[in-house]
């Protein structure tokens, strides 16, 4: 799958030190317009231009909240970013910020460092990239409560992935001796999302990797992946995607973390 | 084509690989660095664990296996001289017991438990003692 420009990426198991689920780098050497598929997670990136090593002048900060549909962001030649990819349940430490309020929004610049006026320290000089990185790392790393989420909402999220997003969320509340309302409350404290969206977004997953990293057929897909049929999925790819299930497009899908 | 393993999906691959040695006398073969796949010696078909999070990296959707719920639909069958001692050892090492064992009519002795898991575990004489 070919992959624009130049992105690279670093998955941390629970094991590792660093609290992030990934750190994730990327220069755009021309000028494009990159799909951001939702994959249910928040990020703090930071955005410079760059000569592909080091940043160059002024460092934004962006925060991204979880999504439940694709955005284009155009790129402009020479830009380079750097990002931490957020643990689903782990945001809320991290950022101190309720994270309903911004689900399906990008904070950039100013209401970045308004919503969380310590990032400021982070977008200083920098003598390279990689220097960048290990800066936001250590930042994310120091935010972390290691107590967040509580395991009763992590079990929730690990159930969610577990079954591919296909489990009815009464059956996932009562796996885990709750109600749905108790899970609905938690998954929105813990993510910003409430289950059924979370339980769509990593359905969505699922399916984009069966269908174009797995290479499976179209309609084998939509099975497996527990749509009601073709139909069902194409829609829900052109809603949440901007893209069909029967060509793959330029996308740069994020890494499982174990 | 072998039957080459039977891989089970698990919460927690180490306290799962515990049990089956506490409860069935079975004896590991390795338990991988991650924390996340063991294997135990069982032969030329392995009995192995893997740990949840495997699954969705392998493009895999299930149900969990636990104890709190139905069953899943399939057994592992252990076979041995002695099924009534090796019930009650596995009993007494946190297996819940389902059905003690009792002769079935073609002679063969047979029990069953669920484990830790909550996965259904046969314990039986083998069928060759009887011909």
């Given at each position: 799958m070919p992959i624009p420009n130049a992105y690279r990426e670093t998955l941390y198991t629970k094991h590792d030190r660093f609290a992030g689920e990934a750190a994730w780098q990327s220069f755009a050497e021309h000028a494009c317009a990159h799909r951001v598929l939702p994959d249910g997670r928040c990020d703090i990136i930071l955005r410079f231009a760059s000569d592909g090593t080091k940043p160059i002048g002024a460092i934004t900060p962006l925060i991204t909240g979880a999504a439940t549909r694709f955005h284009i962001v155009p790129i402009a030649a020479g830009t380079g970013y750097v990002g931490a990819r957020l643990r689903p349940g782990t945001a809320a430490a991290v950022l101190g910020i309720d994270l309903r309020a911004i689900a399906n929004r990008i904070l950039v610049g100013d209401a970045a460092i308004q919503a969380l006026p310590?990032?400021?320290?982070?977008?200083?000089?920098?003598?390279?990239?990689?220097?960048?990185?290990?800066?936001?790392?250590?930042?994310?790393?120091?935010?972390?409560?290691?107590?967040?989420?509580?395991?009763?909402?992590?079990?929730?999220?690990?159930?969610?992935?577990?079954?591919?997003?296909?489990?009815?969320?009464?059956?996932?509340?009562?796996?885990?001796?709750?109600?749905?309302?108790?899970?609905?409350?938690r998954m929105m404290g813990a993510t910003g999302l409430g289950p059924k969206q979370m339980a769509m977004v990593i359905q969505f997953q699922r399916a984009l990797r069966l269908r174009f990293l797995a290479g499976l057929d179209a309609a084998s897909t939509a099975f497996e992946a527990g749509y009601a049929d073709q139909a069902h999925m194409s829609r829900v790819f052109r809603q949440m995607g901007g893209v069909s299930p029967a060509r793959l497009p330029d996308l740069v899908l994020v890494g499982l973390p174990i | 084509m072998k039957l080459g393993y039977t891989i089970i999906y698990v919460a927690d691959v180490v306290a799962t690989v515990e049990f089956y040695e506490r409860a069935f006398q079975l004896q590991r073969r390795f338990v991988h660095d991650s924390l996340l796949y063991a294997e135990m010696a069982t032969g030329d078909t392995v009995l192995a664990f893997a740990g949840e999070p495997m699954a969705e990296v392998n493009g895999l959707a299930i149900r969990p296996n636990r104890k709190t719920e139905i069953a899943g639909g399939f057994e592992l069958a252990l076979v041995t001289d002695d099924p009534t001692a090796a019930y009650a050892t596995a009993v007494a090492a946190g297996a819940a017991a389902i059905t003690p064992p009792s002769e079935k009519p073609w002679g063969q002795i047979v029990g069953y438990v669920r484990d830790l898991n909550g996965c259904l575990v046969e314990i039986c004489s083998p069928m060759q003692a009887l011909v």
């Amino acid at each position: 799958m070919p992959i624009p420009n130049a992105y690279r990426e670093t998955l941390y198991t629970k094991h590792d030190r660093f609290a992030g689920e990934a750190a994730w780098q990327s220069f755009a050497e021309h000028a494009c317009a990159h799909r951001v598929l939702p994959d249910g997670r928040c990020d703090i990136i930071l955005r410079f231009a760059s000569d592909g090593t080091k940043p160059i002048g002024a460092i934004t900060p962006l925060i991204t909240g979880a999504a439940t549909r694709f955005h284009i962001v155009p790129i402009a030649a020479g830009t380079g970013y750097v990002g931490a990819r957020l643990r689903p349940g782990t945001a809320a430490a991290v950022l101190g910020i309720d994270l309903r309020a911004i689900a399906n929004r990008i904070l950039v610049g100013d209401a970045a460092i308004q919503a969380l006026p310590a990032l400021k320290s982070v977008c200083t000089a920098a003598s390279s990239v990689d220097q960048l990185t290990d800066r936001l790392a250590s930042f994310v790393e120091r935010r972390c409560d290691p107590s967040l989420p509580d395991s009763l909402s992590a079990g929730l999220i690990d159930t969610m992935h577990l079954t591919g997003g296909r489990m009815p969320i009464l059956d996932i509340a009562s796996l885990h001796g709750l109600d749905v309302r108790s899970v609905r409350r938690r998954m929105m404290g813990a993510t910003g999302l409430g289950p059924k969206q979370m339980a769509m977004v990593i359905q969505f997953q699922r399916a984009l990797r069966l269908r174009f990293l797995a290479g499976l057929d179209a309609a084998s897909t939509a099975f497996e992946a527990g749509y009601a049929d073709q139909a069902h999925m194409s829609r829900v790819f052109r809603q949440m995607g901007g893209v069909s299930p029967a060509r793959l497009p330029d996308l740069v899908l994020v890494g499982l973390p174990i | 084509m072998k039957l080459g393993y039977t891989i089970i999906y698990v919460a927690d691959v180490v306290a799962t690989v515990e049990f089956y040695e506490r409860a069935f006398q079975l004896q590991r073969r390795f338990v991988h660095d991650s924390l996340l796949y063991a294997e135990m010696a069982t032969g030329d078909t392995v009995l192995a664990f893997a740990g949840e999070p495997m699954a969705e990296v392998n493009g895999l959707a299930i149900r969990p296996n636990r104890k709190t719920e139905i069953a899943g639909g399939f057994e592992l069958a252990l076979v041995t001289d002695d099924p009534t001692a090796a019930y009650a050892t596995a009993v007494a090492a946190g297996a819940a017991a389902i059905t003690p064992p009792s002769e079935k009519p073609w002679g063969q002795i047979v029990g069953y438990v669920r484990d830790l898991n909550g996965c259904l575990v046969e314990i039986c004489s083998p069928m060759q003692a009887l011909v």
